[in-house]
């Protein structure tokens, strides 16, 4: 989605978010094609900018829709027939692949938002997650690799327990070791992702599962694949209820250097919007507002519009924040 001015469209554009009065009665859906006489017709009544869809082509998400459609497939074709497990060599190195072909992915803030999301989606978005945190971390090309196969057979163990995966009972603390005990004998698959598989539950402090293992037992790559899982985990309510994306935030923050590595942390919450855009956002003034986008290097303070004063009144006439030059309003909190 991009902010445009009307005199900039040339016609024939997508609009990203609806247009509406100031008492918000819809005057364009969000999708309606931009035709040039509703382009005038927009201009005749004091609308000067709009925002509108971003061509796919040059739309930059972690992984593109079809991409990924493509390896859930594979991803579940593999889970469900043991021989066919080295498949998801390939479908890492897809993944891989994907992400350095496009050149803004390692720099841009992502706009990663809550979902329901079953074992093959997790594992592919924990995937695209972890490989992007390794590469800001300028991590060695074999450990991505690794990572990003760790990532897809991470939760493989689940296939030999009887868990609901929105459930949550001791038996979830067992499928680590079932998993690193279904594929210990493969040659195909490397020590990392063998650990991967069953390490990335393990938290630094010694409080995770199955072993309890601390700081400096726990390789690098499982512990970017902890953060990156216990982050999903939350936003997709895996075992547990379904938290907003500023929530898994604070989360991290709050276990930095105690649970998880401060480091990688940082590198992840370096890619993350706090406020996805279309969030629904309270100021310190009391106003609220809509996350419209996101702004480079301050995750915290997107580019937010105003539908609501302190007073619970709604505007009369479009205000957009840009709270990276407006330094004296923040988001106070997330609403529901």
């Known amino acids: 989605m991009k902010r445009m001015k009307l005199s900039e469209l040339t016609g024939n554009e997508i609009l990203a978010q609806s247009l509406m ?91 990663i938002k809550e979902r329901s999301a079953d074992i093959y989606e997790h594992s592919i978005s924990l995937s695209s997650l972890a490989i992007l945190t390794a590469l800001r971390m300028n991590v060695d090309k074999q450990v991505i690799h690794d990572i990003g196969v760790g990532c897809l057979l991470h939760d493989i163990g689940l296939r030999y327990t009887t868990l609901d995966y929105e459930g949550k009972s001791m038996e979830d603390k067992k ?90 942390v940082d590198a992840f919450l370096s890619f993350t919007a706090v406020y996805p855009a279309g969030s629904h956002v309270l100021t310190n003034d009391g106003e609220e507002a809509i996350v419209v986008s996101q702004n480079k290097d301050f995750q915290d303070r997107p580019i937010i519009r105003i539908i609501r004063d302190k007073d619970g009144r709604k505007l009369q006439e479009e205000r957009i924040v840009d709270l990276v030059k407006v330094l004296n309003v923040y988001i106070e909190k997330g609403l529901e």
């Not at 994907?98 to 841009?108: A, G, H, P, R, S």
């Not at 630094?204 to 902890?226: H, M």
């Not at 604070?250 to 250097?257: D, I, M």
């Open 21 to 111: 009065t100031w008492d918000y009665q819809i005057i364009l859906p969000e999708g309606a094609v931009l035709k040039k006489e509703y382009i005038d017709k927009i201009e005749e009544m004091g609308i000067l900018e709009v925002y509108v869809k971003e061509d796919e082509a040059n739309e930059i998400v972690i992984l593109k829709n079809d991409i990924e459609k493509t390896i859930r497939s594979k991803v579940k074709s593999t889970y469900q027939n043991n021989k066919e497990l080295q498949g998801l060599t390939q479908a890492a190195d897809e993944i891989i692949t994907n992400i350095l072909d496009e050149k803004e992915v390692v720099e841009k803030v992502f706009d």
């Open 175 to 264: 499928h680590p070791v079932y998993g690193y005990t279904s594929v210990k004998d493969e040659e195909w698959i490397s020590d990392e992702v063998k650990k991967i598989i069953l390490y990335h539950h393990e938290r630094l402090d010694g409080s995770g599962f199955p072993l309890r293992l601390k700081e400096a037992e726990i390789p690098l790559s499982c512990q970017i694949v902890a953060v990156c899982d216990a982050f999903d985990e939350m936003i997709c309510g895996i075992a547990q209820r379904r938290s907003r994306v500023y929530e898994a935030v604070e989360y991290l923050k709050s276990f930095k250097n105690v649970k998880y590595n401060g480091k990688i």
